[in-house]
Each structure stands twice: as structure tokens, then as C-alpha cells.
């Protein structure tokens, strides 16, 4: 007898704006609201890097971090965005930490958080076009674009090899915090927690990457 739960449709984690009714899948789940091209998604992701980590003004750091705030929001679960919110506003503070306290330690907390904050801008705005983007979507793109396939199909594998990274590397730490390596232990014995929790991840994480170069092969992607 099948158990009931079992034929229950799996729920996305609620985004800011779930309570307007979106566009869904076949399988019922919701779909990005930025129904943009892959295309467009890069071209965005290359032009905030370059400013975000070129020569651009805070000010202009500051629009920039605003409009990826709008993007988490509106495809992200609330926790991300909350997350993101707390991460850039602190290192925003910190930023013109100088300005209030012009010391030798406000001067070094306030260049050290104008780079976090940068990186954070950044990390973020990648995160949310991988978490949005189909690989089936960024591959035909890019056949469009007419890149090669020593290109293409290379950073496809990529593409999807992150989310199976981060997965595994969530299954480690629930497993670790079941066997009770978490919290005090790792403050008592940390190269013993990371040890623990980086070797089974890179082990996962090289049986997924054999996993998915055997997937390519058998599709023929290596042909040729």
C-alpha cells in the first residue's frame, strides 16, 4: 500500500511574491518570474560584474546590489533574501564606517568590506542565474550564439555540477549533525569537523562529476 504523503506534489520554498499567481511547469512547479532569455541573463551577469568589480562609484555598487535584491525577491525563497539583505547591509555599514569613526581600525574594516561587499554583490547575482536558468535553456542559447561545443558543452557539465555539489555537500553536514559533529565539537575540534566534512564532500562530489561525464558520453556529447 503506497503511502498517501508520497503522491503529494513537492512545494517550492515561498517566494516574496508568492501570493500572486505565477506562470507553472508540467509538474506544477513555479517557474522563474524573469522569463528572460539566457542570453539577456548573461549579458546582465558580465556587465554588473565588470562595475561591480571595476572602478564603479559605491553609489553605483549600491543600485546595483538593489537590483539584485529585486531579482532574489522575486524568484527566491524569503530566508535568501533575508540573508542577502543582512550580508549587504552590514558590509554597507562598514563601508562608511571610516567616515564616523576615522581610525585605524574603522579605515581597515571600511577597505576590507568595500571588497565583501563587492563580492557579495556578485556571488549573489551569480547564484540567482544559476538557481534560474535550465541547462536545457543556457545550452540552446548558446547554440544560437554559434559556440563551439568544446565550449558549450563543457560549461553545461559545470552548470549543472554546482546544485549537485551544493546537495551533497548539505547531505554531509545533515549527516554530520545527526552523528553529533556540529556546534561545540566543531568550536573544540575544528580541523577534525572540517576534515570530516570536506573529504566526504569531495568524494561526493567526484562520483557526481564521473556521473555526469558518463551521462555526456552515453548521450554522445564526447563524439566528434
Not at 533574501?81 to 549587504?88: F, K, M, N, R, S
Request: aromatic share 8%; net charge positive; hydrophobic share 50%.
Amino acid at each position: 500500500m503506497s503511502d498517501p504523503m508520497s503522491d503529494a506534489p513537492t512545494r517550492r520554498p515561498r517566494t516574496l511574491l508568492d501570493a500572486a499567481p505565477g506562470p507553472r511547469s508540467r509538474a506544477g512547479s513555479p517557474l522563474p518570474r524573469i522569463q528572460a532569455d539566457p542570453r539577456s541573463k548573461i549579458l546582465v551577469l558580465l556587465v554588473c560584474n565588470v562595475l561591480v568589480m571595476g572602478v564603479a562609484p559605491t553609489r553605483a555598487v549600491g543600485l546595483i546590489a538593489l537590483v539584485v535584491g529585486v531579482l532574489i525577491a522575486l524568484d527566491e525563497p524569503v530566508r535568501v533574501l533575508t540573508l542577502y539583505t543582512l550580508i549587504v547591509g552590514v558590509m554597507w555599514l562598514c563601508v562608511q564606517l571610516p567616515h564616523w569613526w576615522p581610525t585605524g581600525p574603522g579605515v581597515f574594516l571600511g577597505v576590507v568590506s568595500y571588497w565583501l561587499l563587492r563580492f557579495a554583490v556578485s556571488l549573489s547575482l551569480g547564484a540567482w542565474f544559476i538557481t534560474t536558468t535550465r541547462v536545457s535553456a543556457l545550452l540552446a542559447a548558446m547554440s544560437r550564439m554559434r559556440l563551439p561545443r568544446f565550449l558549450t558543452i563543457p560549461l553545461a557539465v559545470l552548470f549543472r555540477f554546482f546544485p549537485v555539489a551544493l546537495d551533497e555537500a548539505r547531505g554531509v553536514m545533515e549527516a554530520m549533525r545527526l552523528r553529533g559533529y556540529s556546534g561545540s565539537h566543531l568550536w573544540r575540534h575544528p580541523l577534525d569537523g572540517i576534515e570530516k566534512l570536506v573529504v566526504p564532500v569531495l568524494a561526493a562530489s567526484a562520483r557526481s562529476a564521473d556521473e555526469l561525464s558518463a551521462a555526456a558520453l552515453i548521450r554522445g556529447l564526447g563524439s566528434g
